[in-house]
């Protein structure tokens, strides 16, 4: 059974910074993509990061040059460090997995307030 753990969501004040951590486990095999969807109330969920095992990255344009993706292969762990936050980036933040299935993350909420 694979299981994706976020951790790291939280309450911060525009112009803040937080760390989001999700790490995988069970039996994964060719983990092809890892990355981050987002969801805020009354809207669809978005893509906003994504890392492959070549280390590509993919990000929305809304979080260029403020959100960092990263991956730690041998811990089946990404990161996303979010600087620079805005109300606008409101929302449950999902891990997500992609190898032969793609799995998701139970979701944290990131709440910024203005």
């Known amino acids: 059974q694979v299981q994706l753990v976020e951790s790291g969501g939280g309450l911060v004040q525009a112009g803040g910074s937080l760390r989001l951590s999700c790490s995988a486990s069970g039996r994964i095999f060719g983990i092809n993509v890892m990355g981050w969807y987002r969801q805020a109330p009354g809207k669809q969920r978005e893509l906003v990061a994504a890392?492959?095992?070549?280390?590509?990255?993919n990000y929305a344009d809304s979080v260029k040059d403020r959100f960092t993706i990263s991956r730690d292969s041998a811990k089946n762990t990404v990161y996303l460090q979010m600087n620079s936050l805005k109300p606008e980036d409101t929302a449950v933040y999902y891990c997500?997995?992609?190898?032969?299935?793609?799995?998701w993350g139970q979701g944290t909420q990131v709440t910024v307030s203005s």
């Open positions: 997500y997995l992609r190898a032969v299935y793609d799995y």
């Open positions: 890392i492959t095992s070549g280390g590509s990255t």
